[in-house]
């Protein structure tokens, strides 16, 4: 493998490849302490998995904020805490968020 291929995925994955707007979603376990991001879908996941995100109201739409990424995942969903470990933290992907008093200076989006 050339490692061409990989970089191709992300691409793909990411709408870079046909020209459309790229979506800019990671997993959750991405985001660093302190950012935010808006559930966007859960890859792969039971039903037992998906209740359990259910009833702490992770689900599309929701906006998260990391707390803690270390040893457990501890992020917030309005007022309520969640801790996960990193592999459902990997499954959440998100969409960044970034508020107007967060952009630097001179940044538009």
Do not use: Y
Request: hydrophobic share 45%; proline share 6%.
């Amino acid at each position: 493998m050339n490692g061409g291929s990989g970089a191709r995925i992300f691409r793909a994955r990411c709408g870079t490849i046909s020209g459309e707007r790229p979506r800019l979603t990671c997993p959750l376990a991405a985001l660093g302490v302190g950012e935010r991001g808006r559930v966007v879908h859960v890859r792969n996941a039971s039903a037992p998995l998906l209740q359990k995100l259910l009833a702490m109201a992770v689900i599309p739409g929701s906006e998260v904020r990391v707390d803690l990424t270390f040893p457990a995942f501890v992020f917030e969903v309005g007022n309520t805490r969640v801790a996960v470990d990193r592999a459902i933290a990997e499954r959440i992907e998100v969409e960044r968020v970034i508020r107007a008093e967060e952009r630097p200076r001179g940044a538009k989006g």
